[in-house]
């Protein structure tokens, strides 16, 4: 059974106050990784699919990263408006999405 | 129109209650889902619709019946349901099942 594991679940940053949130997985046959950003109320909001490790991309602020074992979203420069939680998902063989729990970022002036 | 949308954006339920969710998607892609967002929880793959087809259902109980009359629509039929039914169900599309998939705003129920 495919299984996404993300840490911390809750990340509080001052402006300007780098960090990176990690995403923990095992799937049968990674086929792609996929970053999300959800807003309170919202739906998730797509941001990136990685699909081999040693892949990057980036976006804005924001710059994911992917391993055999772990991928993570390292953000720069934090402004209070990345305030969201970060969902991330994989999929695999069974051509389905398996979600984690999520990191809850918060950016303070 | 643009991407996904569900409507209504709140339902407040009795438990005799019957309703439905609406999805519609405008990115002409050929999979849609149902998922169930609880807190604290991962968000819960309810059921798969491919070409019309559903392909999935994950041990969802019955008091839940979805509906695909096309590619672009989807209904999640209501009845009878139980206070921890009270969640946010989303709604999302894809090109095609195992890719990047793009969620609506969800409907927050509540059931009483």
């Known amino acids: 059974e495919d299984q996404v594991t993300q840490s911390p679940e809750a990340l509080r940053l001052q402006e300007g106050e780098s960090s990176s949130l990690n995403c923990s997985y095992t799937v049968s046959g990674l086929r792609g990784l996929f970053w999300y950003r959800q807003d309170p109320g919202k739906g998730p909001e797509f941001l990136f699919t990685?699909?081999?490790a040693g892949e990057e991309k980036e976006k804005e602020r924001l710059k994911a990263t992917l391993t055999k074992k772990e991928s993570f979203l390292h953000i720069t420069a934090p402004k209070p408006e990345d305030s969201a939680t970060y969902l991330c998902?994989?999929?695999?063989?069974?051509?389905?999405?398996?979600f984690g729990t999520g990191t809850r970022l918060q950016v303070t002036l | 129109e643009t991407g996904v949308t569900q409507t209504p954006r709140h339902l407040v339920m009795g438990m005799t209650n019957k309703k439905s969710l609406k999805c519609e998607q405008h990115?002409?892609?050929?999979?849609m889902y149902w998922y169930k967002q609880s807190a604290k929880k991962p968000l819960e793959l309810m059921f798969v619709y491919n070409f019309k087809e559903q392909t999935e259902n994950n041990s969802v109980p019955s008091r839940f019946s979805p509906e695909c009359p096309n590619s672009s629509h989807l209904f999640l039929h209501l009845h009878t349901l139980q206070p921890e039914d009270s969640a946010l169900y989303l709604c999302a599309s894809s090109q095609q099942p195992g890719v990047e998939q793009y969620f609506g705003p969800g409907t927050r129920l509540t059931v009483t």
């Open positions: 998902a994989v999929t695999g063989t069974a051509s389905k999405l398996t």
């Open positions: 990115l002409g892609h050929n999979a």
């Open positions: 990685l699909y081999s």
